[in-house]
């Protein structure tokens, strides 16, 4: 069982009006959070405790995080970071724009697909 933290992780690449929205009505909960960005979270085995490592957090993982930026980068890059995302959801974390749904939404094509997989109305596109 992995060790969580009550902070709430806000995944961004910077603090834009968004953010600053999503850390204060955290706060107005009595929510702690920490704002790091992806590309900063690290995978590394052979040691104690969960192999997701997350600045700011002490090895710990948090009990829920916000996914607000995906840092851009090589599809290498943007791989390992979604796989970051797909291990906290594995571990119990819950992951808000979970990474199932960020990898339906950000490929159009693959989109359309589901929404016409759906059976919902859409127009004729290819």
């Not at 690449?13 to 107005?28: E, I, K, M, P, Y």
């Not at 995906?70 to 943007?78: D, N, Q």
């Amino acid at each position: 069982m992995p060790d969580f933290s009550d902070t709430i992780v806000v995944f961004a690449d910077g603090r834009d009006s968004h953010v600053r929205g999503l850390v204060a009505g955290f706060a107005a909960a009595g929510r702690d959070s920490l704002i790091v960005p992806l590309e900063r979270v690290t995978i590394a085995t052979g040691g104690a405790g969960d192999p997701v490592r997350i600045p700011g957090l002490e090895g710990r993982l948090p009990r829920a995080a916000f996914v607000r930026t995906i840092s851009a980068g090589s599809f290498e890059a943007v791989t390992v970071r979604l796989g970051i995302l797909h291990a906290l959801v594995a571990a119990g974390c819950t992951v808000w724009n979970r990474p199932r749904a960020i990898e339906a939404c950000v490929d159009k094509s693959m989109t359309s697909l589901l929404i016409a997989r759906a059976g919902l109305p859409t127009p004729a596109t290819w």
